[in-house]
């Protein structure tokens, strides 16, 4: 009998990943790769702006996933779980790197130029850097990565209150940073 692994909850698939037979840890890796992997590079090149780092850290929260697994770890909420592994190795990769931090106020632009997708994904990234991690991390997770309230307030073991403070505080440093630009990034500042 052929499991449908589609049809398996993220836990039951990460109780999986343990499993003797080789083929079925695969399928269930497989599944939960297929499930998240896009959220959490995501994540990780948001938060870190460095795409080398951000695939590092990408593969290994897969990593201590797996380990995880093969350790008995019960596991209630995966997606949860996976952000705050991924959430944990981006804080220890930004503590190891030290980035110089570069300040909006530093790049310049001509206003009334029409600005492309890239100056203007390089602008919100420079703005996105100037915000306290936790203001960032909120941020990202809501408007870019799309989780609801609910969901960040369980993945960063927050309340829901303080998710709230985060994402609206977030907008308002934002819409400070981001005035001259507001008519081109309007979506983000909402």
Known sequence: ?????????????FSLLANSK??????????????????????CKKILSNENSS??????????????SKEGKVMTNFAGYVIRVARNLCLNE???I???????????????QKRDDKELNEIISIA???????????LILKEFLNFSYSEIAEMLDITLPVVRIR??????????VLSPYSKEINFLLE
Do not use: C, G, P, W
């Open 22 to 43: 080789k083929s079925v840890a695969k399928s269930a890796f497989e599944e939960l790769y297929s499930r998240y992997s896009i959220i959490l590079y995501n994540y």
């Open 1 to 13: 009998m052929k499991i449908q692994f589609s049809n398996i909850s993220d836990e039951e698939l």
């Open 94 to 96: 930004k503590d190891n």
């Open 55 to 68: 695939s590092d850290i990408f593969q290994e929260t897969f990593l201590r996933v797996i380990e995880a």
């Open 167 to 176: 994402i609206h505080r977030a907008k308002e440093k934002l819409r400070k």
């Open 128 to 138: 996105l850097d100037s915000l306290a991690f936790e203001y960032r991390e909120s």
């Open 98 to 112: 030290r980035n110089t931090m570069v300040y909006v106020e530093d790049f310049h632009l001509i206003s009334n």
